[in-house]
């Protein structure tokens, strides 16, 4: 039978094109989100970060944006590049818990070069 | 540019047995926090510390489990009697504060701890 768990989403690119990957999350307390990268046999890498008072926040080639109504966050990456294959997860903190970090399932990223 | 190490970076054990992972976090950093990733599955919390003692812990973190900082560099996770189950990538992170904007936490490498 089926694991659960072992099959994450998976969002395969062409090299150059812009790449959207989605997160849902799952409490309405949490206050600050951020989008990390794992690549294979790594720890989470941090990409980027956005607090619950704001809705969009802009890095280099990176976007995150923060629709509280609906709870849900995504991360577009632009001009998504062969070394932005990875794994990447979305992670959210619940103000006044200790610096805990809730993590999402992950979405595989595949850059077809 | 600082980052978080951990040894060893694999660990083989017999169930039953007691292992300690270690960490050694950023060196001005002042909260530090274990997690646990099983393969293919999303990381999940486990404990923070902070001034020496457990900030927040999850229900993964039982009495088989224990932290410490037994100097002022290193950060150790303890698991009493290994189980099958706790078979994983353990990764250490460090922060100088509350995630934040400014509070970015740090990942180290991680250990695979593999029990037979």
């Known amino acids: 039978g089926e694991s659960v768990g072992l099959h994450l989403p998976t969002l395969s690119v062409q090299e150059g094109d812009n790449s959207i990957i989605n997160c849902a999350y799952s409490?309405?307390?949490?206050?600050?989100f951020i989008w990390y990268k794992q690549e294979s046999g790594k720890g989470p890498q941090f990409i980027i970060d956005i607090r619950s008072n704001m809705d969009k926040r802009q890095g280099q080639r990176v976007t995150v944006l923060l629709n509280k109504t609906v709870k849900h966050l995504s991360l577009q990456i632009a001009a998504t590049q062969p070394g932005d294959s990875a794994v990447y997860f979305c992670a959210e903190n619940i103000m006044n818990q200790g610096g805990k970090l809730i993590f999402g399932q992950g979405t595989e990223l595949s850059v077809k070069p | 540019e600082p980052e978080v190490t951990q040894t060893p970076s694999h660990q083989v054990t017999q169930m039953g047995q007691e292992v300690i992972l270690r960490c050694v976090p950023i060196s001005n950093h002042l909260y530090f926090y274990w997690y646990r990733q099983i393969l293919g599955q999303k990381v999940e919390f486990l404990v923070s510390f902070y001034n020496n003692e457990i900030s927040e812990k999850s229900e993964i973190f039982d009495d088989q489990f224990s932290v410490e900082r037994p100097d002022g560099s290193n950060f150790t996770l303890k698991i009493r009697s290994t189980k099958l189950e706790d078979s994983a990538m353990y990764f250490c992170?460090?922060?100088?504060?509350?995630?934040?904007?400014?509070?970015?936490?740090?990942f180290g490498p991680g250990t695979r701890l593999t029990v037979l």
């Open positions: 409490n309405s307390a949490s206050d600050y």
């Open positions: 992170a460090s922060s100088d504060g509350y995630p934040s904007s400014y509070n970015e936490q740090f």
